[in-house]
């Protein structure tokens, strides 16, 4: 994209900060100055954490890392997020980052070599992220940019970004809508995410990989299965396979643990099962999907556990 369409395509972005519209919340409030929405973030985005990660999925981790740029704060309250100490804490607990140094972290994590930089919960930072981004492409920048979101995402402000992510990482969490606004606070959650993967997908396709088998472009899509099948997994694979394509990645992730809040509810207060997670690999043969990656259950619990007050929170 070259850089005068860049520019444009922030500025667009940044000035839906007026009156908040990046995400389906759609909160109008004036977060330039300073007044807060549902993320709790406003015109400056805080940052938890820059480093490489090497726990992603095998095609965005590689050999080298994914270079992840942790955004504080959340469009979505879940009530056992795994990023709560980032997510739900106080997004003041850590430092703001203007654009001149988020587009130094884009710069210095493509100068360790990792493989792509790695927007983490992007919605309600993505004005920021982009206008950081026109910032550092002309200073040499040229890695892939992976957008890894709740997937709770508006259909305007993704349009935005056409042209700009290279690869969409999105969560697609449930098929109930009674569930979402009950564990995340989102009731149109099921239609709002397969109506934002299905513009993803029509921005970037399948996905594609390069002679290391590296993603390069393309849509992953990440679905977390919940014990006593409250996400839904059969229906909602069903769907995104019928909705949006049989074709696309599907992440199917085994790594679910009681956190944040999940322990006070018993139906969340332990880890899935190995019939439970044979029963999501079975439903997301029956949607038609044929590509994808499925975690070892007894593995992943203890796997993915960051720390985001440690140096690296994913090194402790």
Known sequence: MLPVELARRAEALQARLSACDLCPHRCGVDRTTGVLGRCRVGAESRIASVCDHHGEE???SGTRGSGTVFAAGCNLRCLYCQNCQISQGAPDDFPGYPAEQLAAAFLSLQQRGCHNVNWVSPTHVSAQLVAALALAIPRGFTLPIVYNSNGYD????????????????????????DIA??????????????AAIGEMYRQVGVL???????????????????????????????????????????????????????????????TITAAEYEEAIDAFAGAGLENGWAQEPHEAPESYRPDFHAPHPFEQ
């Open 58 to 60: 095998p095609a965005i």
């Open 154 to 177: 508006s259909l305007s402000a993704l349009q935005l970004l056409d042209g700009i992510v290279d690869i969409y990482l999105p969560d697609l969490k449930y098929a109930d809508a």
């Open 181 to 194: 606004l009950r564990l995340s606070g989102a009731p149109d959650y099921p239609d709002v995410a397969l």
């Open 208 to 270: 594609q990989l390069d002679e290391d088998d590296i993603a390069r472009r393309g849509l992953i899509v990440r679905h977390l299965v919940l014990p006593h099948n409250l996400a839904g997994t059969r229906e909602i694979l069903r769907r995104l396979a019928a909705e949006v394509s049989p074709e696309v990645t599907v992440s199917l992730m085994a790594q679910y643990y009681p956190t944040h809040r999940a322990a006070t509810l018993p139906e969340l207060a332990r």
